[in-house]
Nanobody, 114 residues
């Protein structure tokens, strides 16, 4: 069972940037789709970005043009570069396969506030 550990969150002002990392305890090279999810207070967890292999990506409309997902299979790590952050991006961010099939990690808190 792969374990996932997210990091890189924090407090940032609107318009700022953060880069999230997700380190897997095992190989992710055989996992076709990996994704980043987020859960805001009082809301359901939602998928915001996914990556197939190393190049094919897809994004939720709410983050398109601002977020970029990437993966490094050699390091068993998935990244999420977040630019132009907005208050509505405030949430706990998680990574997992798509569809999710591993136990959820603790996530990393992203707070966008002035």
């Amino acid at each position: 069972q792969v374990q996932l550990m997210e990091s890189g969150g924090g407090l940032v002002q609107p318009g700022g940037s953060l880069r999230l990392s997700c380190a897997a305890s095992g190989s992710i090279s055989s996992i076709n789709y990996m994704g980043w999810y987020r859960q805001a207070p009082g809301k359901q967890r939602e998928l915001v970005a996914r990556i197939l292999g190393g190049t094919s990506t897809a994004y939720a409309d709410s983050v398109k043009g601002r977020f970029t997902i990437s993966r490094d299979n050699a390091k068993n790590t998935v990244y999420l570069q977040m630019n132009g952050l907005k208050s509505e991006d405030t949430a706990v961010y998680y990574c997992n396969a798509v569809p999710a099939r591993f136990s959820w990690g603790q996530g990393t808190q992203v707070t966008v506030s002035s």
